[in-house]
T-cell receptor, first 112, second 113 residues
Framework: SQTIHQWPATLVQPVGSPLSLECTVE??????LYWYRQAAGRGLQLLFY??????ISSEVPQNLSASRPQDRQFILSSKKLLLSDSGFYLC???????????FGPGTRLTVL | KQEVTQIPAALSVPEGENLVLNCSFT??????LQWFRQDPGKGLTSLLL?????REQTSGRLNASLDKSSGRSTLYIAASQPGDSATYLC????????????FGSGTRLLVRP
């Protein structure tokens, strides 16, 4: 069966510090991968998606970037965090060509 | 621009009641609609996926319906239990080349013992 992992589970970082969140998927090959953010009082917003290694599409201009160095690994990064980057970050995957998305456990990021 | 709305924002019911959660969307050109459950501080659990050509999907005590022409979906929960307490989110995928899901803001459900 397929599983999706995210780490860390929680993170508290000062403004201006770098960020690296990792997501890995097991039990499937060539998945589509997604990064979403859920900010307090707001719905989920798609940040990035990837249909293959090195292929990243950005949905919202922002302070963040994403990379996919391996087939089942998706990384969310920032060089300098802003207060507004605080939120709950969720990674998701779907089978290529299909559309049901499955979500990971999330990372709670607090920027102080 | 697609907008997804969920009403009510919060709902409290006694155990055993049947209940309906509502989801509406402004653009009927959708590929599918997905219902999720989110427990506090946790990720999303996929409950049901309805393709645009389908009218409903069932899983256990859950039944989701889709009326694409009117831009509405409902999630029916039969014989509610305290363990059903969570936030329920609906999301639509547009009928374009994007893989993006557009989410509603959710309905927070509390089932009282």
């Amino acid at each position: 069966s397929q599983t999706i992992h995210q780490w860390p589970a929680t993170l508290v970082q000062p403004v201006g510090s770098p960020l690296s969140l990792e997501c890995t998927v097991e039990g499937t090959s060539n998945p589509n991968l997604y990064w979403y953010r859920q900010a307090a009082g707001r719905g989920l917003q798609l940040l990035f998606y990837s249909v293959g290694i090195g292929q990243i599409s950005s949905e919202v201009p922002q302070n963040l970037s994403a990379s996919r160095p391996q087939d089942r690994q998706f990384i969310l990064s920032s060089k300098k965090l802003l207060l507004s980057d605080s939120g709950f970050y969720l990674c998701a995957w779907s089978v290529e060509g299909q559309t049901e998305q499955f979500f990971g456990p999330g990372t709670r990021l607090t920027v102080l | 621009k697609q907008e997804v709305t969920q009403i009510p924002a919060a709902l409290s019911v006694p155990e055993g009641e049947n209940l309906v959660l509502n989801c509406s969307f402004t653009d009927s050109a959708i590929y599918n609609l997905q219902w999720f459950r989110q427990d506090p501080g946790k990720g999303l659990t996929s409950l049901l996926l309805i393709q645009s050509s389908q009218r409903e999907q069932t899983s256990g005590r859950l039944n989701a319906s889709l009326d694409k022409s009117s831009g509405r979906s409902t999630l029916y929960i039969a014989a509610s239990q305290p363990g059903d307490s969570a936030t329920y989110l609906c999301a639509v995928r547009q009928m374009d080349s994007s893989y993006k899901l557009i989410f509603g803001s959710g309905t927070r459900l509390l089932v009282r013992p």
